[in-house]
C-alpha cells in the first residue's frame, strides 16, 4: 500500500456521508458548497451537482461570490469534509488509517500540502489512542489553527518526503486545468475573485497557486 496511489484519499471519489445537516456525495461536493452559507440555492446546487467535477465548477463561476472569509476557513472546510467522508465509511477509513508514514498528495503546491496535512491529522484521529503518534497529531493540529488565525505557514517544508500517494486516475476539473496552463498572471490579478474580493485584491502568485490547487487527492480554492 504505501509508495502506491489510494483512490480512496481522492476528494472526487463517490461516497456517501452526512455533513452539516445533509447527505454529500463526495468531499469535493462537501467542501465546494461551504463557499456559500449565504446563498443556500448555490450551495444546494453544488451539493447536487452529478460529480465532483460539476461541483467544482458550479462554485467556481466568475459571476458568483463566495464567502468573504475564505481564505482563512478553507482548509477547515476541507478537513471537516473529509473528517466525515472517514468517520462515516469504514472501507475509507480502514485504507487511510493502515497507512503509515507521510503522505503524498497529489495536486499543485497548496492543496498538495495542506490535503496531506489534513489527512494525516485525520488518520490520527480515527486511530485507537493507545496506536496515535501524538507529536504528528499536534504538529498537524497546530499549523492548521494557524493559517485559520491569518498566518502565513508552509506545513510542509522544501525536500519533505512521503509514502504514501493518495488519490487515483480523476483528471484536473477543465476549468483549472485550463487556469493553470493559459491565464496569463496579468488576467489573473486584475479580474477579481470568486472569494468576493474586489480586482487586484489578490497577489497574482497566491491567486495562482490556489487556482491551481486542483489534482488527484486534492482540490481548490
Known amino acids: 500500500m504505501d509508495g502506491a496511489a489510494r483512490e480512496e484519499l481522492d476528494n472526487f471519489l463517490p461516497c456517501r456521508f452526512e455533513c452539516r445537516g445533509v447527505t454529500w456525495t463526495s468531499a469535493e461536493h462537501c467542501f465546494q458548497a461551504a463557499k456559500f452559507p449565504h446563498d443556500p440555492e448555490r450551495a444546494e446546487l453544488v451539493r447536487s451537482a452529478a460529480?465532483?467535477?460539476?461541483?467544482?465548477?458550479?462554485?467556481?463561476?466568475?459571476?458568483?461570490?463566495?464567502?468573504?472569509?475564505?481564505?482563512?476557513?478553507?482548509?477547515?472546510?476541507?478537513?471537516?469534509?473529509?473528517?466525515?467522508?472517514?468517520?462515516?465509511n469504514a472501507e475509507l477509513r480502514a485504507v487511510l488509517v493502515a497507512s503509515k508514514g507521510p503522505i503524498t498528495?497529489?495536486?499543485?503546491?497548496?492543496?498538495?500540502?495542506?490535503n496531506a496535512v489534513l489527512l494525516e491529522r485525520i488518520r490520527e484521529e480515527l486511530r485507537p489512542p493507545a496506536e496515535r503518534d501524538g507529536a504528528t497529531l499536534k504538529a498537524r493540529i497546530a499549523t492548521m489553527?494557524?493559517?485559520?488565525?491569518?498566518?502565513?505557514?508552509?506545513?510542509?517544508?522544501?525536500?519533505?518526503?512521503?509514502?504514501?500517494?493518495?488519490?487515483?486516475?480523476?483528471?484536473?476539473?477543465?476549468?483549472?486545468?485550463?487556469?493553470a496552463r493559459e491565464e496569463p498572471a496579468a488576467t489573473r490579478s486584475s479580474r477579481g475573485s470568486v472569494l468576493g474580493q474586489p480586482p487586484g485584491a489578490a497577489d497574482g502568485d497566491a491567486r495562482m497557486r490556489d487556482e491551481q490547487g486542483v489534482g488527484r487527492g486534492a482540490s481548490s480554492w
Open 51 to 88: 460529480s465532483g467535477g460539476d461541483a467544482f465548477t458550479l462554485a467556481n463561476q466568475k459571476t458568483v461570490a463566495c464567502r468573504p472569509d475564505w481564505e482563512r476557513v478553507k482548509v477547515e472546510a476541507m478537513y471537516q469534509a473529509n473528517l466525515a467522508k472517514f468517520s462515516q
Open 145 to 179: 489553527e494557524a493559517i485559520a488565525a491569518g498566518q502565513s505557514v508552509d506545513p510542509r517544508p522544501s525536500g519533505f518526503g512521503g509514502t504514501v500517494r493518495c488519490g487515483g486516475r480523476r483528471p484536473v476539473p477543465p476549468r483549472a486545468a485550463a487556469v
Open 105 to 114: 498528495a497529489f495536486g499543485f503546491p497548496f492543496w498538495a500540502k495542506w
